[in-house]
């Protein structure tokens, strides 16, 4: 079948297995640190109605387009570490409000 020799052509399976790999993923994105190299992680999936391949692989495309969007890494990065940061602050400004109010 098609989907057998593009697994024996691309090593799907060798890199669908390989827990090193998916490791450095997770932790790329838990940390929001970036991850070196091709970044082809993208896992999507939809649910196929009898052997429609054409009406499921429309809907990934069209999702695809709206999800997806090219930005400047190092921009989004400091995003993220300000809002972090912020959130940081705010955790604990709380926790020290709640800790001198519980000694009054």
Partial sequence: SALHAAV??????LR???????????QSFTSG????????????????TGNNT???DRLLVEMLDRW??????AEDQRAWKMEAAANATKQR???SSASSGEHK
């Fill in 8 to 13: 024996k052509q691309t090593g799907i399976a």
């Fill in 93 to 95: 400004e709380t926790d």
């Fill in 54 to 56: 054409e009406t499921a």
């Fill in 68 to 73: 997806l969007r090219p930005v400047d890494y």
């Fill in 16 to 26: 669908a297995s390989d827990r090193l790999l998916w490791h450095r993923v997770w």
């Fill in 33 to 48: 640190r970036q991850l070196f190299g091709p970044k082809q992680f993208v896992r999507v999936s939809t649910r196929l």
